[in-house]
Each structure stands twice: as C-alpha cells, then as structure tokens.
C-alpha cells in the first residue's frame, strides 16, 4: 500500500513570496489533515478535511494560509505571503475514519519550507 | 485552557532499561489516546492506540496505561534498544480533531 505523498520535500523562499505544497493521502482514506511543525515542538493542526469538506481549521491563519482538497482526494496548502514566522514543517496525514472513531493517522514525510 | 503536557526534558537511559514517558492533558475528554514515534526528517509513526475504557494495552516491548482521572497516559518500553532512540508523541481526539503533544525525545545509550 502506497504512503502518503508530498511534494516538494524541501523549500526556500524569500519573505513575501508565495509557496505551495501538494499532498496526495492513502487511497479511500476520508480524513485529510495538514499539520505545521516548528523545530522542537509537535505537530500544531493547521486543517482538517473530511472528504473534500472542512472540519476544523481553527488554527490556519487564512489571511495568509489558504488549502483546498480536490474532489476528496488530493490537497494543496498554500502561503501567501510568507513570513519569516512560517518557517517550518509541513506534514499531510490522512487517516481511513474521523478521528473520532478511534483510527490511526499516517503521515507524509513533510515538507520543510525555510522563509529567509 | 486545553493543554497536552509531556516530558519537556529529554530522556537518557541505558540500554536494557525501561523508559517511561508522560502524557498529561487539561481540559479535554478524550475517548482515546495514541501514541506516535517521530525520527528526524521524518514524519510521525503510529505506535499505539487506548481507548478511555481500557487501562492498559501492550505491544511487544510496548506498554501504555491510560487514567481519566488523573488524566494521564504513561509509555513503557521494557529492555529499550539504541534503536529505540526518536521523539515520541502522544495525540488525542477532541472534537472531531486529532491534537498533539510538543513530544518527548528519548535517547538510549549502549
């Protein structure tokens, strides 16, 4: 079984710019999250789709951030325009139910991106 | 404030030893909580999932407990390998959300 794929692994940009990361989860899994990871902390939930709705995204700060899940399946999250602050990993999970039912997630190697 | 609190200080322990890890959290009700390894430049790995009704759940050399009173998941590894050396996260679901812990590192020195 295929993982989670993201693209691109890495990213270096200059403040201001915009940058776009792509995200394809396991086949038939319905929930979608995209997660940022500062060095040294945990993963802070950034978005959650069930299907290609959305569940929660709280904590994206959309007037910068903006993620669109296409047709259920593949995502895309994107900056515009970054700061410095942005500088980060950006990890896609996916998982098969809602995490309310008690299911695992499986995660993407991330992408980090560096805003200089 | 909801808060997810683990072992802020890295963990050392020797080769053979159990390393023992904490989970506490604030203000949520998890019906589960899970526990997750992350390598560096890796993305994090499922290990093990314990539901509010079970106290305790193993997994070959793992072991995780889980108190809703005392609102604490603890995370064992018994005769821990070098290999065993990563971040471990801990992850509950509140809300339809599946939210994180700042995680763990553990290091075991041969």
């Known amino acids: 079984e295929a993982g989670v794929a993201q693209s691109p692994r890495y990213k270096i940009i200059e403040k201001r710019q915009s940058v776009a990361f792509w995200c394809n989860p396991i086949?038939?899994?319905?929930?979608l999250y995209w997660y940022q990871q500062i060095l040294g902390q945990g993963p802070k939930l950034l978005i959650q789709f069930q299907n290609n709705g959305v569940v929660d995204d709280s904590q994206l700060p959309k007037d910068r951030f903006s993620a669109e899940r296409l047709k259920g399946v593949d995502s895309t999250l994107k900056i515009q325009p970054a700061k410095l602050e942005d500088s980060a990993v950006y990890l896609c999970?996916?998982?098969?139910?809602?995490?309310?039912?008690?299911?695992?997630?499986?995660f993407g190697q991330g992408t980090r991106l560096t805003v200089v | 404030s909801q808060k997810i609190e683990q072992n802020s200080e890295a963990l050392n322990i020797q080769e053979g030893k159990t390393a023992t890890l904490t989970c506490n959290y604030t203000n949520y009700s998890p019906a589960y909580l899970q526990w997750y390894r992350q390598d560096p430049g890796r993305g994090p790995v499922f290990l093990l999932l314990?539901?509010?009704?079970?106290k305790e759940k193993r997994k070959e050399r793992l072991k995780v407990t889980f108190d809703t009173t005392l609102k604490q998941s603890l995370f064992h590894i018994t005769a821990s390998q070098p290999a065993d050396s990563a971040t471990y996260l801990c992850a509950l679901n509140q809300g339809g959300k599946l939210i994180f812990g700042q995680g763990t590192e553990l290091s075991v020195k041969p």
């Open positions: 314990i539901r509010e009704n079970e």
């Open positions: 086949s038939g899994h319905a929930t």
């Open positions: 999970a996916s998982s098969f139910l809602d995490p309310g039912q008690g299911t695992e997630a499986f």
